[in-house]
């Protein structure tokens, strides 16, 4: 059974780094073709792709993000940490990490999400 | 990067009755491979996203066959055959051909 969890401060302040562990099972990094990525979802809005890491070591990030997220993985925890700089209110949103299955197979499980505010 | 546009963003649909969203790409989905990575999920009230339909057609284990993926090229369509008070929730396109992925804006689904 695939599960993927993630965990981190609810409450960040601006100008803040925040880091945050999707921990999972059911699966691993040395099956070929697996990927973990996070995703975002302000409150009442749509979702938004951040960043991939795959079982090779190779990470993409969002075009707008990219100069403040960093990705990388702990194969033998089963865990992904995101860490994004200098937050701001408007990253206030709900951050997901989903999968990409064998072959391409995107976004096919998702943890429950974490909601993350930007206050001070 | 690729933008995904969805319509209707509103669909109120009574118990029982079809029910259908379009998402249409700024670029063709179709990948080297020969493939079109566009998938379809379901965001029930305070749930996470789930996928129902990957790869336009094909049906993720679980998702009742009252939902179905169709199009091609440019221009893709979610259809419910009847819809059900458990499909509440917003819709939304993504698509993984181009990077970097992206997802249409949603369209909200409400019973009439």
């Known amino acids: 059974q695939v599960t993927l969890r993630e965990s981190g401060p609810a409450l960040v302040k601006p100008t803040q780094t925040l880091t945050l562990t999707c921990t999972f099972s059911g699966f691993s990094f040395t099956t070929s073709g697996i990927c973990v990525n996070w995703i975002r979802q302000p409150p009442g809005k749509a979702l938004e792709w951040l960043a991939r890491?795959?079982?090779?070591?190779?990470?993409s990030y969002s075009t707008s993000l990219k100069t403040r997220l960093t990705i990388s993985k702990d194969t033998s925890k089963n865990q992904v940490v995101l860490t994004m700089t200098n937050m701001d209110p408007v990253d206030t949103a709900t951050y997901y990490c989903?999968?990409?299955?064998?072959?391409?197979?995107?976004?096919?499980?998702w943890g429950q999400g974490t909601l993350v505010t930007v206050s001070s | 990067d690729v933008v995904m546009t969805q319509s209707p963003l509103s669909l109120p649909v009574t118990l029982g009755q079809p029910a259908s969203i379009s998402c249409r790409s700024s670029?063709?989905?179709?990948?080297?491979?020969?493939?079109?990575?566009l998938n379809w999920f379901q965001q029930r009230p305070g749930q996470s996203p789930r996928r129902l339909i990957y790869k336009v057609s094909n049906r993720d284990s679980g998702v009742p066959d009252r939902f179905s993926g169709s199009g091609s090229g440019t221009d893709f369509t979610l259809k419910i055959s009847r819809v059900e008070a458990e499909d509440v929730g917003v819709y939304y396109c993504?698509?993984?051909?181009?990077?970097?992925?992206?997802f249409g804006q949603g369209t909200r689904l409400e019973i009439k």
């Open positions: 989903a999968r990409d299955g064998y072959n391409l197979n995107y976004f096919d499980y």
């Open positions: 993504m698509q993984g051909t181009h990077w970097p992925d992206t």
């Open positions: 890491i795959d079982r090779d070591d190779d990470k």
């Open positions: 670029q063709s989905l179709v990948y080297s491979d020969g493939n079109t990575y």
